[in-house]
């Protein structure tokens, strides 16, 4: 993780309070290890059992039925990525990647989620940065996540991020279900 721009930097944000006040947040993100499996488990089963849980995809009760043991799995993962943002020490959203192609080298953004209180505060673009610096750094060449049509702050900063809508046939299931799946080229970018 040395030399990424993206990580750790104590960037300023306004916090949640009373609507006027102007609290300034000390945000960090950072790469979640086996030790952070607790918040990592937290933050997940808030996000998809909350009113954003329709938002957070089809991995719903897979999640909700995981052992221990399976959070601990996930974070020794090489194949997955999890980053966990903090103020202080509450988590405050997460964001994951898994490599789903070993020989194509792509990978799927996920979990994206941040508490409502902490929103429109670029954390969210952070931490699509952050995962994409990181795939970026393990050789992966094409990216690829899937939003809902009714979530466009989320399909904003996938775009600002440089991914593209991805209108192949094969995917017309998918936007009848209501999601729309977006791509980005890192080749491109090497």
């Not at 102007?22 to 030790?35: S, Y």
């Not at 059992?49 to 999640?63: I, L, V």
């Not at 192609?101 to 952050?130: C, E, H």
Request: glycine letters at 8%; hydrophobic letters at 40%; zero cysteines.
């Amino acid at each position: 993780m040395e030399g990424n721009p993206f990580l750790h930097p104590r960037a300023n944000f306004f916090g949640p309070g009373d609507g006027g006040s102007q609290e300034q947040l000390d945000v960090r993100i950072e790469l979640a290890t086996e030790k952070d499996w607790e918040e990592v488990k937290r933050i997940r089963l808030e996000s998809i059992s909350g009113e954003d849980a329709e938002k957070m995809g089809r991995d719903f009760a897979k999640d909700m039925q995981r052992t221990d043991e399976e959070w601990k799995a996930l974070l020794k993962d090489p194949e997955i990525l999890i980053f966990l943002a903090r103020v202080g020490n509450e988590v405050v959203g997460m964001g994951s990647a898994a490599r789903v192609d070993s020989i194509k080298q792509a990978w799927k953004l996920r979990w994206m989620y941040v508490k409502k209180p902490f929103r429109k505060r670029g954390i969210q673009t952070r931490l699509i940065n952050l995962r994409l610096a990181e795939i970026r750094k393990l050789g992966g060449a094409k990216v690829v996540t899937h939003i809902r049509k009714d979530n466009p702050d989320s399909m904003r900063n996938i775009m600002k991020a440089g991914f593209v809508e991805d209108k192949s046939l094969r995917l017309w299931r998918q936007r009848r279900r209501g999601w729309i799946q977006f791509v980005k080229d890192l080749g491109e970018e090497k």
